[in-house]
């Protein structure tokens, strides 16, 4: 039973891996909300919107929270949800290298079984930035601190099963790209890259991702 429940731990942990970027804006100063709502295909095709709130400063701030589901699901079936913090540093004029930390939680529901796992992730970017466009790569890890397995039709070909909680079983890697083009307060962007499992050879089967996000500020 153990490869069955390993394998469960990790599509919980992988599928809907999108994290949709806040966005920056350099020629704003002031503090303000952000909010963005993205599709895309990351295991699965889906979903998400996300809302931050930026403080102003000489190294300004953004806390949010992100909420993705795939297309064709009821959104308290199998969801990702996310608190984010995010920072941005500019060493140079045009360069800014950006750090955002977050705590999430997924929950994947099926026939066989219902899977909430809960990690932590840590992203990072470096890119060029000016007034009305950006361009930057990205990289992030995202670290499974713990899953919950509440067996539904499994527990009839697995009687021993029962719903408990399973420790650390790893994480992902992820690269890609990100290009955002500002109008006077609306950002598009598209973001696409790959993604490796923890010890770089265990990747998902298909280990690209992309997805195309709107940005809205006030």
Known sequence: MKPLIFSLIMLTISGMLMSQDIGWFTNDQNS????SLHIG??????????????????IP???????????????MDDFKASLTAQTIFHPLKNIGISVKPSMTCRRYGSEAAVLVNI????GTSIGYYRDKWSIAAQAGYDHSSATLIKPRIL??????SHEDWYGSTGGNFNFG???????????LS?????TFGQN??????IPYYADFSVIQRW
Do not use: M
Not at 155 to 160: D, I, L, N, R, V
């Open 41 to 58: 295909a990351d295991f699965v095709t889906g979903f998400g919107f996300s809302y931050g709130y930026k403080f102003k400063g000489k």
């Open 177 to 187: 790209l990100q290009a955002t083009y500002w109008l006077p307060s609306t950002g």
């Open 61 to 75: 701030f953004v806390i949010g929270t992100e909420l993705t589901t795939p297309f064709g699901g009821q959104i």
């Open 119 to 122: 990690s932590a992730g840590l």
């Open 200 to 205: 770089f050879e265990d990747n998902p089967t």
């Open 32 to 35: 303000g909300h952000v909010v």
């Open 190 to 194: 598209l973001r696409a890259g790959k």
């Open 155 to 160: 527990k009839e070909y697995y009687p021993g």
